[in-house]
Structure formats: C-alpha cells, structure tokens
C-alpha cells in the first residue's frame, strides 16, 4: 500500500498543473590543475546536452571559448571585488565593460552573480552586496543590457534563522533589514531571482541519526509531514527549497522566484562524513534530474518549474577543506565519467 501511494504522489507531481518542465544546468569550477582546455570543455558540454553553465569568475580565454557555443552562462564578480563595486561606480562600469560587454552577445550572458554566499564570508563582505549590485546594474542600464541580463546573489542555507519544518522557514534577523530586503527589493523590481546554494548532503552527512537516506536520496520513503501546514515532504531538497520560500513568504515576497546555483552530493569524502559516496552521488543526481525535469515544482509551489545548477562539472584536485570538496564533479579531468546519470529530457524518457 505505501509503494501504491507513494507512485500515486509520483504521479500526481509530474502532471500537476501542466507545469512546464525546469532546466538543469551546470557549475563550471576551476580549481585544479589538470582540466581539460575551456575549448574542449565546451565540447564535452555539448556532447552531453548542456546548455546551461554556471563559472565563478569572468575568465577572459573561457568567455572566448564560449563565444557562439549557444551555451548560455551566469559570470560571477567575485566577493573580493564586492568593496570596489560597492564603493566605486566606475570600477562597476570598468568591470562591466571589460567582463560582460566584451564579450556579449557572441557569449551568451544570461545572470551575474554578484558574489557568492557572501553572508558567511571570513571577510565580511555582506554590507557591500547591495550597493555593488546596484552599481553594477547601473552599469547595464547605462549599456542597455538590463533587460537582457540579471543580477542576483547566491545566498547558502545558513542564512535561514529556522528552516525545520520548512513552513516555520525564516530569515536571520540581523541579516534582514541590512541586506535580504533590500536585495528582494532589487530582484523584484528587475525581474530577477534569487540565487540559492543548496546542499541536503551537508545535512544528512550532520544528522544521519535523524534523517532516512532514502529521504535525501529522492527515494522511495514514507516521507514527512510538515507539522506546521501539513504537507508531506519526500524529498530533503524540496524541504529545503520550501523553507527559502516561507523565509521569502513571511517577508512578503511571494512573487521573487528562486534558482538554485548550486547542489551536488559528492561521490568520495572523508571517514566522519557520513553518506558519501559514488553510488549515493549517482542516485542523489540523476533522481534529481529526473525530478527536475518531470514538471513540478515543490509542495508550496507546485506550478513553479525547479531550475538548477548541478555542482560540479569535474573533480578539482586544487580545493581545500575535507575529502568531499575535491569529489563533487560528475566528471574526472580526463572527461570520463565519475558515474552515469540522465543530463536531458530525451534521457528522462
């Protein structure tokens, strides 16, 4: 009888709403020394049908190798650049000439991401985030591209106060008045979204007492009944997701739709850290793709298609920290597989 319910629910999500489908794309990080050439990165995107990519600068020789690729891209200004951008309106426009205008439209420039997670930056970078996205804006403004690229920042789960049920989700206070509002406020009022980084590793891998793998993994489970509204959860994900839009929700931002910039599961780690694994990596992955890629959106807002991008591309030799941040890629810098997972709607069929 569970099985039976549990396909019913399946069921009930890829046709609810005739919600169109969400796209995945994919993070392109550089931190190694044996990658393959950003030419024939490219090439490997196009062979697997990506079409989306996520970069964490603005790399000249990598915008180049994107150029007429049809490969749409979200560049970054990275959080060390946040103060001049913030403090320096010429230095937005400089940076906006030499990394966006450059290269755009041959480069297909879609978002900049104006730092990232930058409330938990060792440096305290988090006052300067709003005035350099709107310098930055300026500057597209003063080019004509505003219409054609957004501005957000990817925000990590820790900025939530609560996030447990996901209904109770909301905001840390101090962050709220300072940054969140004015940066919803921004988002809105150009049509953007808000970037969120999103890990239901990191908290399996904390609370693997308490939390079924199953749930984690997108697989079958019994699932959880949020204590607040009622819904049954099936997925740590979509709690997870569910909790940002009740944090956006209790703020009056209904309206400021969510992409996640990043989620991954890694496929090696370190002894304490619990659950990772290569075949684990490859369920949490290709169910998410799948469950991407069917339709729906999550239990507190079904009709919104999920968008994503999938961290990482490769494994990247050069990060520090455990064992897990060198094995996120879905990829070895050979260009073969860490495992095998659907990437598009043909192989979701």
């Known amino acids: 009888m569970a099985h039976l319910a549990f396909s019913c629910f399946l069921l009930l999500l890829s046709l609810s709403a005739f919600t169109e489908a969400g796209s995945i794309g994919i993070n392109y990080g550089r931190v190694a020394d044996n990658l393959p050439t ?32 049809g490969i749409n891209l979200v560049v970054a200004l990275p959080n ?12 937005a426009d400089a940076w906006v000439q030499a990394n966006i205008t450059h290269f755009y439209p041959a480069t297909k420039i879609e978002a900049i991401a104006i730092g990232n997670e930058v409330f938990v930056d060792p ?14 804006l300026a500057s597209l403004v003063k080019y004509k591209l505003d219409s054609s690229i957004k501005i957000s920042s990817p925000i990590a789960l820790s900025a939530l106060q609560t996030s447990y049920p996901a209904s109770s989700g909301s905001f840390k206070p101090e962050l709220i008045e300072p940054v969140i509002k004015p940066m919803l406020d921004l988002l809105r009022q150009t049509g953007s979204y808000l970037m969120v980084n999103a890990y239901p590793f990191f908290a399996y891998t904390a609370n693997a007492d308490q939390i079924s793998l199953d749930y984690a993994l997108f697989k079958q489970n019994p699932g959880v009944v949020d204590s607040g509204n009622g819904l049954r959860y099936y997925t740590l994900f979509e709690a997870q997701l569910d909790a940002v839009f009740a944090a956006m929700s209790a703020l009056k931002y209904d309206d ?14 370190d002894k304490n850290e619990i659950g990772a694994s290569k075949d684990n990596a490859a369920s949490y992955n290709g169910n998410l793709v799948r469950r991407v890629l069917t339709g729906s959106g999550t239990p507190l807002r079904p009709t919104d298609p999920l968008n994503l991008f999938l961290f990482a591309l490769f494994n990247e030799d050069e990060k520090t920290g455990p ?20 990437l598009t709607q043909d192989e979701v069929k």
Request: charged fraction near 20%.
């Open 38 to 69: 950003p030419s024939k990165v490219v090439q490997l995107l196009k062979s697997v049908g990506i079409n989306r990519v996520k970069l964490y600068d603005t790399n000249a020789e990598v915008l180049t190798a994107f150029s007429n690729s």
């Open 80 to 91: 060390e650049q946040l103060y001049s951008a913030a403090n320096d309106p010429s230095f």
């Open 123 to 136: 440096k305290n970078t988090t006052q300067f985030l709003v005035p350099a996205m709107k310098n930055i």
């Open 256 to 269: 400021v739709k969510i992409v996640v910039t990043e989620t991954g599961w890694p496929s090696k780690g």
């Open 323 to 342: 064992t897990s941040e060198r094995n996120y890629g879905l990829f070895y810098p050979n260009e073969q597989k860490v495992y095998d997972i659907p």
